[in-house]
């Protein structure tokens, strides 16, 4: 069972917006920044969004995140094909100095 | 360009040793940490541990902690993960990142090494 609660699974239409939740508590995403990855099927993670709000050069602005007390959120805009993937969230716990991801939310682009 | 480069894919019987290596390059391999993750077959990520290779200081998952150990090598810019016997259980994709503690993220990723466990 993993520290962050994701949904297992999330769908939408292409073009459409879909919003990924990651609840935490004041340990972990209470005290500290989260960050994002996108795992498309056969690869390595890719950073998404970190400190919370921020995207790494060549991500495009359809992907914001934002965070509020002990959840964060990703949020898809303009959906595309190619989106289809799971994405985990992540941060660090301050009580147990442990690195802790979501269970991962599988994201299907009907 | 950062990158970091994994060992190939590994079949092992189970009590086999085992070292998988994450070489760095394109930065200054001892001013970041290098974390490991573990992800087995249809599951999430797990996070396995850290290291800073400027000096050797390592955090380690309870998860995982004393079922492996994590190192590295500042004169090849290389870090590792090694079992001293595998179990069958550890049959799952292995990647190592660069994290940035302060922050916390993992900015880049190695490919991932598979390691195959089965007698």
């Known amino acids: 069972q993993s520290v962050l609660t994701q949904p297992p699974s999330v769908s939408a239409a292409p073009g459409q917006k879909v919003t990924i939740s990651c609840s935490g508590s004041s340990s972990d995403i209470g005290s500290n920044y989260v960050s994002w990855y996108q795992q498309l099927p056969g690869t390595a993670p890719k950073l998404l969004i970190y400190?919370?709000?921020r995207r790494p050069s060549g991500i495009p602005d359809r992907f914001s995140g934002s965070k509020s007390g002990t959840s964060a959120t990703l949020d898809i805009t303009g959906l595309q094909a190619g989106d289809e993937a799971h994405y985990y969230c992540?941060?660090?716990?301050?009580?147990?100095?442990?690195?802790?991801f979501g269970g991962g939310t599988k994201l299907t682009v009907l | 360009e950062v990158q970091l480069v994994q060992s190939g894919a590994e079949a092992k019987k189970p009590g086999e040793p085992l070292k998988i290596s994450c070489k760095g390059s394109?930065?200054?391999?001892?001013?970041?940490?290098i974390g490991w993750v573990r992800q087995m077959p249809g599951k999430g990520l797990e996070w396995m541990g850290l290291?800073?290779?400027?000096?050797?200081?390592?955090r380690y998952s309870p998860s995982f902690q004393g079922h492996v150990t994590i190192s590295a090598d500042k004169s090849t810019n290389t870090a590792y993960l090694q079992w001293s016997g595998l179990k069958a259980s550890d049959t799952a994709m292995y990647y190592c990142?660069?994290?940035?503690?302060?922050?916390?993220?993992?900015?880049?990723w190695g490919q991932g090494t598979l390691v195959t466990v089965s007698s």
């Open positions: 290291i800073y290779p400027g000096d050797s200081d390592t």
């Open positions: 992540e941060t660090w716990d301050s009580s147990l100095y442990v690195v802790v």
């Open positions: 990142g660069r994290y940035l503690f302060a922050d916390p993220y993992f900015d880049f």
């Open positions: 400190d919370s709000i």
């Open positions: 394109g930065y200054i391999f001892t001013s970041y940490w």
